[in-house]
């Protein structure tokens, strides 16, 4: 499809020529046939793949102006997607040079030329093209997000949140997210206290932001403020049920009494599917002799929502409910072989650009959004 728009662009440019020059007078005619001429030659280089002879007839041969702005734009804008940043540089450039530019014009292609150069991983560059561009209401707020962005690159959170924080968006739009986000990173560096402060400021730019849950619940068993723990674990199972098998490894520190632990996971496991929610409620039965319950629970799951893991806690439960030594033992050995294979499945997949690995990365190390690296949910996931 890209190399269809390749082909198409020339063609687009031609005709954006041609419709813009007819109203020229007469006397221009013989100019006209020459660029006309040029850019037919360019054309024929882009469809014979030799795409620098190209861009050169382009920029040497087609003027810019109101009705050639846009190809330039959208060829460069291609190169750049297609990971021939080179050539996007040069046409932007170029473009940033045209003193016949309108002023958004202008803005636009210095701007296009900062993203070709965050690209090349030209940080140093973009950033000195885009912190004159803050002072300029019109293009501030791009500017901000690419800046934030280069700072992001370098762990500067400082810096990646101060240049996006005065973006005005509503609650829980992406940008938010980002800001919520880097709040927790932030607040990873202070002491507990201001770490609650900063966390809970990350909550009133995103609700659903799971790493400022966490880290609060963190903060306040360390605190032994219990109530508080208390309080946001069950605020955190409605607010972010995809993320509960992060929460079960907390809930013994939170909910200390078996009981009331056991209370708990039951009221969540009737609307989350979560094999690490039932293998908990499972864990803390199987502690009260109560084998039996223990295996209705995990088959009730396995029901509703088979996963490997779930198969591999009915397997030594089984085991445990067993009398013959040998049977026994060959459902641990297979227990444990399950085991050992789903850990070598990954556990975290990206719901923005489908990245899996086994480590949890609150930003997505190949998309950079932030909160979308998920647990698993399903036959080889939670
Ligand atoms: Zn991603």
Request: aromatic content about 8%; charged content about 25%.
């Amino acid at each position: 499809m890209p190399e269809l728009l390749f082909l198409l662009l020339p063609v687009a440019a031609l005709y954006g020529y041609v419709m813009g020059r007819n109203s020229y007078r007469q006397s221009q005619l013989k100019q006209h046939e020459k660029i006309n001429q040029d850019f037919l030659s360019g054309l024929n280089l882009f469809l014979s793949n030799q795409r620098d002879k190209a861009i050169n007839v382009l920029i040497e041969n087609l003027e810019v102006n109101n009705e050639t702005f846009t190809t330039h734009i959208a060829l460069g804008k291609l190169f750049r997607a297609k990971g021939e940043n080179d050539r996007a540089i040069k046409i932007h450039q170029f473009l940033a040079q045209q003193d016949v530019l309108t002023p958004e014009q202008r803005r636009q292609s210095i701007i296009q030329l900062a993203r070709d150069y965050v690209d090349c991983a030209l940080y140093d560059r973009a950033e000195k093209l885009l912190l004159p561009l803050l002072e300029d209401k019109a293009c501030a707020r791009e500017a901000r997000l690419i800046l934030s962005r280069i700072y992001q690159t370098f762990k500067d959170w400082q810096q990646a949140f101060d240049a996006i924080e005065p973006i005005e968006t509503q609650d829980g739009e992406p940008y938010q997210v980002t800001k919520a986000y880097l709040l927790c990173e932030l607040a990873s560096e202070k002491a507990t206290h201001e770490k609650i402060a900063m966390l809970k400021q990350a909550l009133s730019y995103d609700k659903k932001c799971a790493r400022a849950y966490l880290d609060l619940i963190d903060c306040y068993i360390e605190l032994r403020e219990s109530e508080q723990a208390n309080q946001l674990s069950r605020v955190f199972a409605d607010t972010c049920p995809d993320f509960i098998a992060l929460l079960v490894p907390r809930l013994a520190a939170v909910f200390p009494d078996d009981a009331i632990r056991l209370d708990f996971l039951i009221s969540i496991s009737g609307q989350i599917k979560s094999t690490s929610v039932v293998a908990a409620i499972a864990d803390i039965m199987e502690r009260q002799d109560r084998v039996g319950d223990a295996r209705k629970s995990v088959l009730g799951m396995l029901d509703k929502h088979a996963t490997i893991s779930g198969f591999a806690q009915l397997l030594k439960l089984n085991a445990k409910k067993t009398d013959a030594p040998e049977a026994q033992q060959m459902m641990l050995n297979l227990e444990k072989m399950v085991v050992n294979k789903v850990k070598q499945l990954p556990s975290y997949e990206c719901e923005q650009c489908g990245y899996q690995g086994s480590l949890l990365f609150w930003q997505c190390p190949r998309c950079k959004h932030w909160g979308s690296v998920k647990p698993i949910i399903g036959l080889t996931g939670d």
